[in-house]
């Protein structure tokens, strides 16, 4: 199985610059796993603990994990996985959500 | 520095004065690698807030899937403060993602969202670190 992980520039660091890789995983929590062994760190940078980061957005097949059980979505052969930060700010004083 | 054409200038602007009190938010994109920020793009305030923006998760896909598909990015990604300067809060800092972008600053306090000058920053944040940038106002981005 194969799952095509398109990689924002912030972490384009983690894959040698590569704007998307091949990774697998029967979930996005298990995709993350393999994905963070061939590129150390990338993990840590999408997943705080056990939860996705609030101001990191991933999609599976263009819908919002948030809608689709997160980290335990399922992931099929051929999916299609983007991780897009968060455009987001505020001046001082904002209610820091999540 | 930031070259930005007259009239992206005065569309930032405009949105900025047109949300308030809410924060404005958008991005100006341009080709890809060019550094010339030449098409304006609103972007709906999620958070539609006072103090806090953000763009919708969906809203932020289609935008990306649209530069990609264009072989743009985003050259600047620009929103205001309703009630402090414009200058990079510890949220704005802590938060921005795209290490490319020149990140413009527009605050509408003190009566700027109605009338008079409003002022307009553009810096780098990078790795938590901003650094602050001329802008220059061009009639045309040759």
């Known amino acids: 199985m194969s799952v095509e992980v398109q990689v924002p520039t912030i972490l384009r660091g983690f894959t040698g610059g590569s704007r998307a890789v091949e990774s697998d995983g029967a979930t996005l929590a298990a995709l993350l796993d393999n994905l963070d062994r061939e590129h150390p760190g990338i993990k840590e940078r999408i997943v705080d603990t056990a939860e996705l980061r609030r101001f990191i957005n991933v999609y599976v097949n263009d819908e919002d994990v948030r809608f689709t059980g997160g980290l335990q979505t399922p992931l099929s052969d051929g999916d299609v996985v983007v991780v897009l930060p968060a455009v987001a700010g505020g001046q001082d004083g904002a209610p820091r959500r999540g | ?142």
Not at chain 2, 83 to 96: F, G, K, N
Not at chain 2, 126 to 136: A, F, I, K, M, P
């Open chain 2, 1 to 142: 520095m930031l070259r930005l054409p007259a009239e992206v200038y005065d569309e930032i602007v405009d949105h900025a004065r047109r949300d308030h009190p809410d924060e404005a938010c958008g991005v100006v994109a341009g080709p890809a690698g060019s550094d010339r920020p030449t098409r304006f793009i609103p972007m709906v305030n999620a958070a539609r807030s006072p103090t806090f923006f953000e763009f919708a998760p969906m809203d932020l896909l289609a935008l990306y899937r649209e530069l990609d598909e264009r072989d743009e990015e985003p050259v600047v990604v620009y929103h205001s403060h309703t009630s402090t300067e414009a200058y990079p809060s510890r949220t704005d800092i802590a938060l921005a993602q795209e290490p490319g972008a020149h990140y413009v600053l527009v605050s509408t306090r003190d009566g700027a969202a109605e009338s008079g000058p409003v002022e307009l920053r553009s810096f780098r944040i990078v790795d938590g670190e901003v650094t602050e940038e001329e802008v220059e106002v061009v009639s045309r981005v040759g």
